[in-house]
Every structure is written in C-alpha cells, then in structure tokens.
C-alpha cells in the first residue's frame, strides 16, 4: 500500500501525521511512504529523518494526494485540499464533521473514504485517538486561561494560585472527561480553585477519588452551570457527544452573570463549542471579546506543542494505521470494530449516526457497505 502524508497547512499547526519509527514499522511491513518535504519541520523532524527511516520525501502536496491510496494526516482536509481528493482514496485524520458542513460536503461530493481519528472508539466507549490530543489540550487549556487573564491580555488581572493572603482563581470546567480531568490536574497543581460539572454521576465519584482537595465535583444541570458561571474567572469548555454537536450548555445571557475580564476556553469548539459565542480562532488570532468576557477558541491547540503533541498522536494513530494499510480499510473495519467506529463517510453516504444527525442527512450503517 501507499501511504502519503502531506505537510499541515492549517494556521500554526506544527503537527505531523507520523514519525520515523512509524515510517520504519510500515516500510517494514512492505509498504510505501511518501512524505512531503518540510512535513516534520514543526515537530522537530527533518526530511533525512524520514528518509533514513524508509521514506520517500516529495516535494509537493499533489503528488503526496495523487499517488496515495491511504492519506495519513493530523486536521481535517481543508478547502484548498479538497480538489486533490478523489473517489475512493482512504483518509485517516480527525475530520471533526458534525462541526464543519461545507468539509461533509465535500468529502461526501468526493466519495472519499473518510476514518475520523476523533470517532475511533473501543468497547468500552473511549476514544483511544481523541485521548492523547485531549491530555494536552487540556492542560494547555489552564496554561493558555491564565495568560489571557493577565491584564495586558484583556483579562481580569489574576494570578490563577493566588499568593498568601490573596484568593487563588476560580476555575470552573464543564466536563470531567479527558480534557476536564487534565485542566483540572494542572489547575489544581497551580493552586486554584477547581470545579468540575459532569453529568455523569461515576465520574464525579472518580474525581472526587483521585483528585486533591482544592478539586470540587458538581453536577451538571442548566440551573447548576448558571451559578458556577457567577463564580469563574476561568471557564473551561469540555463537553463531548462523541461525533455530534457539542451541547449549548452556556448560553449568551450567561456572559452578563461573569465576571467582568473572566476568560472562557471553549476547548469544545472542535465540536461546535459548548458556549453560545463561541467561534473557531487560530493560534494566529486566538482570542476575542463578547460582552466583556474573553473567548479562545482555538480549534487545533495541540498544534502548538507540535513536538510534544506529534509523538503524543503518533503513538496512539500508529497501529491503526498499520493495520488499515495491511488488510485495506474494508477487511480492517470488518475485523476491527474501533476501525469501523470510525468510518463516518464512504462513497457519498455517511455512516456514523451523529454525524447524519449533525447535518440531518440520511444515515447508512456501515454494515451494509461492507455487505454490498
Ligand atoms: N480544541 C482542541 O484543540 C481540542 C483538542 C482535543 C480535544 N478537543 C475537544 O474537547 C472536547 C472534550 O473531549 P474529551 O476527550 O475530554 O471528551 P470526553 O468524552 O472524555 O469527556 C466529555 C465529558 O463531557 C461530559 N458531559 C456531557 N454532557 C455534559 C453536560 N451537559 N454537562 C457536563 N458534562 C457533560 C461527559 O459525561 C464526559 O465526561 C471534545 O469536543 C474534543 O473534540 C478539542
């Protein structure tokens, strides 16, 4: 099989869609990798680590998209890559759908085969490939919160410790899954107030287990969110319905209840956000301001920590995309039900409900493609 990985090309990505020792198990394995020039730069991976390691580095995207029949990638294709997809060409990447309509489109316009790292999902119902972007995302969700809650940055002017005799911040985080439990680590670690809403009962025991004192649980109902948002200096958003539209838990008439410079870090955003005013920024352009509340709303965070976040996927992507190259994406799905949790569009249709949902557009199971 060829394996193409093409160099990111959204704002300040500095992620890879694989590493040398990926490259080195696939070519051992008898297939062929093309990387794109200048791909590993980001992560601190040069074009001769990947040619040592078996690849062979091209120059340009068009020949990487032309000649693959398996598109290894971290963000979802944007608009200047949809003219290189082709019918039937296998990308394996976080898509993210029910959050983009004009990428559904097109991928379903294309007849792509689409595997969203974001719905690969095991027995137990986690997210094997979602875990490792959300471990830094969110602890990069504290660090980021309380850069913009300096004063010169818009925010309320708070150190999130605090210092003898001065309060520490509020940090409020909606979700305790893996982003919540990893804001919530470095939060408290600072030294913060930390609470944590879930609607999720065992999760809130679990916390409540392993977390320090400076941690608090809550239970997440409309009523229980609209007193929180009174208390945050720093809000969290990290709710997810795993492939569908992130529930709008707090609405516009909510940023009046905050705290005059509070900061809010939808980390949610990916999947449409949490948070009414909540819009996708860049690393370029993180932040802005409604109703004097401070939004960042970046969607691909892990991008910059490019080195740290790049091994972190990797070592999560890698035997999938081992297996998916071995036994081609149909036997893989068939053999492999993670695999086939993260089909989300084949050949016009789409095969994962809540991104059908999403779009209100007609649901195919997989099983009946695979079947025809
Ligand atoms: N912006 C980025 O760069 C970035 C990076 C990684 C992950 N993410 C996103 O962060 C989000 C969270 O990911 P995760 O891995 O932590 O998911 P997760 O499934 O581990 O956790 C989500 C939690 O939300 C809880 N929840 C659901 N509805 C709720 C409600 N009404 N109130 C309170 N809690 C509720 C669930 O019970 C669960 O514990 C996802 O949208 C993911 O795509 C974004």
Redesign the pocket.
Known sequence: MRIGVPREIMDHENRVGIVPAGVDLLVRGGHAVLVQAGAGLGSGISDEDYAKAGAKVVSDAASIWGEAEIILKVKEPLAPEYGMVRAGLVIFTYF?FAAYKALTEAMLEKKAVCIAY?TIERADRS?PL??P??EI?GRMAVQEGAKYLEKPMMGRGILLGGVPGVAPAQVVI???????TNAAKVASGLGAWVQI????LD?LRYLSDIMPPNVHTLY?TPYAIQESVRLADLLIG????SGGK??K?VPRGYLSLMKPGAVIVD?????GGCVETTKPTTHSNPTFIVDGIVHYC?????GAVGRTSTYALTNATLPYAVELAGKGWKRAARENREIARGVNVVDGRITHEAVAEAWNREYTPLDRVLAA
């Open positions: 993210h974001e997210l979602l875990t972007m959300s995302a909606l979700g305790g899954g893996i982003v919540g809403l879930d609607t999720n999760r997440s990290a709710v997810l319905r992130a529930p838990l980390v949610a955003v990916d999947q970046v969607a691909n965070m892990p």
